[in-house]
């Protein structure tokens, strides 16, 4: 009965306690990826840097956004911790606006693209653009950052395993 109990707690703890702490995409959501200098702080755009069941969203939200006549660019999928930790800084301890409120994104996780409007002069200007794209990522099970209650970040989309 012992072992039993440990058991069932164990089971808990992986789905209920790890996801937050990467656990989930360490067992089933994991890939091999092309090699990325991990102190770079260039701007990746690789789908195929994405997490499988995120790359396989991503493509799924960019067939139905062409579907619906919205012209989207995918301009930012992984990103390294160095990169993360730079645009944290921005706006703080360096020049420019603030882009980020936290060092732990998912992009970090390989669960998280960002999205410009293409073609345009203004990529992120139409914040019609930016909802009508929200309402097709949502309907297809990302999580959009339109939708953020203390931040909203119009372009940003991520897959959250445990929540949808």
């Known amino acids: 009965m012992k072992k039993f109990i440990i058991a069932i707690l164990l089971l808990i703890s992986i789905f209920f306690i790890f996801p937050k702490t990467g656990l989930y995409g360490l067992l089933f959501d994991w890939d091999r990826y092309e090699p990325v200098d991990e102190n770079s702080t260039e701007t990746i755009s690789d789908l195929n840097q ?58 970090t996780k390989r669960r998280a693209f960002d999205i410009v409007k293409a073609n345009t002069s203004n990529p992120y200007g139409d914040e019609e653009f930016f909802k009508k794209c ?24 991520e897959y959250n395993p445990w929540w949808n």
Not at 58 to 86: D, G, P, S
Request: proline share 5%; hydrophobic share 30%.
């Open 134 to 157: 929200a309402d097709i990522g949502e309907e297809i099970g990302l999580t959009s950052g339109y939708y953020f209650e203390r931040y909203q970040d119009m372009p940003h989309f």
């Open 50 to 107: 994405l997490s499988p069941k995120t790359k396989k969203l991503a493509e799924k939200f960019l067939e139905k956004c062409a579907e619906n006549n919205l012209a989207v660019e995918i301009t930012e999928t992984y990103r390294t911790q160095a990169r993360q930790n730079m645009l944290y800084e921005q706006g703080r301890s360096t020049p420019g606006p603030i882009v980020t409120w936290t060092k732990t994104s998912k992009h």
